[in-house]
């Protein structure tokens, strides 16, 4: 290896245990620090992260960079070892040194203060209070894509994306959601006609804390989560956070009605939590080939978990005996099938983060819909509300009460997060087309998982997906492990087969 290479990774290394530690003062922050600190601590988080930005956007950086791309030794085969860390730490560059440091800042200010007016907004339901800054928000959003430059052929919104689904585009987006946005919409909507439903008392469930917390670790043991190498702590919004090679903290919240809801909560973050203990960290550290490829393919591991092997019969199976025993009496005189129809319990509703798996992407296609053309200055800010509406009842088959449960719901526009909501339906494709792969491979994966042995999907995707680190991009990795290009129709297959015979249509 070159000493232009061995600088930069020994480089890249060092930074990432600097931002590894301000995860940790983040992590901390979100779990048990006292209110009284929060002073101090944003004090703390921001000396950390202007070092992280310096040491990233250096001149330095940038000049091995090119020196190791004048170097035919190290770029020849494009996804071999230098190959692959030498694009991704060039994607890494561009990205943090593309933006002048004035657009920086200003994004800084006005989405800071865009996030205020927002809350207000949302509070007393008033999009009037929002639109001027969101006004702002979408300008400084474009002036960004252009500064990223979009890519041959493409549209300004794919500059956004590519932050957070790196080759991803609007157009194959767009293919891949057309077809999938009718079949979905009817499926719901004949799942609302149909008279036959689960018990719905059943989501009403709750237990004592300890009991669900228990339960929860439980079911993060059997998973395989390495508890020596993370936690599982309580906060109020759920997450999976790295804090280093072998430190994986996991979050959940029992402040609900029912307790699949934190069961749901723990397995989502927990699928996260995976992927991290999966990467080739210890030996690769600070290398894009011991990091998660992007945000679509993390959340395919998630909702993995959380949805094709949390809501399965075999799950309950194997997890009703655990439950009762953890949470007793709350499931005497449950059955499987009667747990098996409540966590797949459909019906359509405002708030996306409160959605059931079908309806989920429903929320997903109309938010990229309108972000794309807000994006593209073909939606004026001010016909937003109406648009929502228009298209929620068209998808959901419900009329939007209010701005508080239509357009003004999710913090992610306030912040300046354009391009990120596709990934998390990004997420639910890509696991179910692992899924059916997966299924092929192990065609008795039902029945271990009815035993409680997860050890071999674990397995399964330690060797397939994780292990690789970001050696491939999420749609050539895709293709690599299942043989097809990424598509809508493993997910229809999953949850038609699911559901239809749950409410008999
Ligand atoms: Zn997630």
Redesign the pocket.
Known sequence: MTTAYAELIAHRQQTATLASVNAVLGWDQETYMPPAAAAHRAEQAAAIATLVHERSTSPKVGDWLSACERDRDLTGDHEGEPAANLREMRRDYDLATKLPTELVAEIARTTSQAQQAWKTAREHSDFAKFAPWLEKVVALMRRKAECYGVPAGGELYDALLNEYEPGMTARELDAIFTPLRPRLAGLVASIVKSPKKPDPRLLELKGPEAGQHAFGLAVLRQMGFDLSAGRLDTTAHPF?TELGPRDTRLTTRYTTDSFLEPLYGTM??AG?GLYEQGLPKTTRWGEPLGEAISLGI??SQ??MWENFVGRSRAFWTWALPVAREHLKPLLDGTSIDELYGAANWVEPSFIRVEADEATYNLHIMLRFQIERELIAGRLPVSSLPATWNRLFKEFLGLDVPDDRRGCLQDVHWSFGLMGYFPTYTL?NLYAAQFWEKINTDIPDLDARHARGDFASLKHWLNTHIHTHGKRYRAGDLCRRVTGKPLSADPLLRHLEGKLKPIYGV
Do not use: D, K, L, W
Request: contains cysteine; hydrophobic residues 0%.
């Open positions: 999976c989502h973050e996260h993390h959340e998630s909702r997420g």
